[in-house]
């Protein structure tokens, strides 16, 4: 019954490797984000898809890049791992592209450590 | 600069002690302010989503309204299971199209 689902929960690692996450929704909706949240529980999104096409793609590092094969699932790829990409990182997801209007529905997050 | 302000950043209250929480903001052009609870370890989950100013929202022990600058989130009556922290988030327009999350308020109720 979960509607957001990510995996994995929990991802730790050494500086300098390549990982991924990934992000699966069940709701139908068409559009799908990528959140970071930093150990303040300030959460601040990275990237959001709309039927597999990019439309918010915020400064972040080129080593962080999505990809969306379908509209159900938003996975995220980091290359060359830094100490200060440690976070948890939530996936979520809205009916329609409205990010400002649509409410948007979160996974249960991936806690990343950079060791 | 367009932000938004969660206050207070912590709040303990006893069971059965009434209050408020605000979410103060500066954005041009609100389209959506909306209320999430986080709880430890897990993914905001969603509450409220208001629109206009001077509209209410009621969930149980919550009731959540907004003004031009601000919302409150009331807790009547809170038991222990509403401790958790209660995040802010603002959708506005423009060429940005952006949501804008507060940093939260941890609440905590005893017993």
């Known amino acids: 019954d979960t509607a957001v689902s990510q995996t994995p929960k929990y991802l730790v690692t050494q500086m300098g490797n390549d990982k991924s996450i990934k992000c699966e929704q069940n709701?139908?909706?068409?559009?799908m984000y990528w959140y970071k949240q930093d150990s303040k529980k300030f959460l601040k999104i990275m990237f959001s898809y709309n039927n597999k096409e990019l439309i918010i793609n915020e400064t972040v590092p080129n080593r962080f890049s999505p990809k969306s094969p379908d509209k159900a699932h938003l996975n995220l790829h980091i290359n060359s791992l830094e100490l200060g990409d440690s976070a948890v990182y939530f996936c979520?997801?809205?009916?329609?592209?409205?990010?400002?209007?649509?409410?948007?529905?979160f996974g249960p997050g991936t806690r990343l450590t950079v060791l | 600069e367009d932000q938004v302000t969660q206050s207070p950043e912590a709040l303990r209250l006893q069971e059965g002690e009434s209050s408020s929480l605000n979410c103060s903001y500066t954005v041009s052009g609100l389209r959506g302010l909306f209320w999430y609870r986080q709880d430890p370890g897990k993914g905001p989950e969603f509450l409220f989503t208001?629109?206009?100013a001077g509209e209410e929202k009621e969930k149980e022990r919550l009731k959540a309204t907004l003004t031009k600058k601000e919302s409150f989130l009331h807790i009547t009556a809170p038991k222990p299971e509403d401790s958790a922290t209660y995040l802010c988030a603002v959708g506005y327009g423009g060429a940005t199209n952006k949501l804008i999350f507060g940093t939260g308020t941890l609440l905590a109720v005893q017993p």
């Open positions: 979520a997801s809205s009916r329609t592209s409205g990010v400002s209007t649509d409410t948007q529905y």
């Open positions: 709701l139908g909706h068409d559009t």
């Open positions: 208001l629109y206009s």
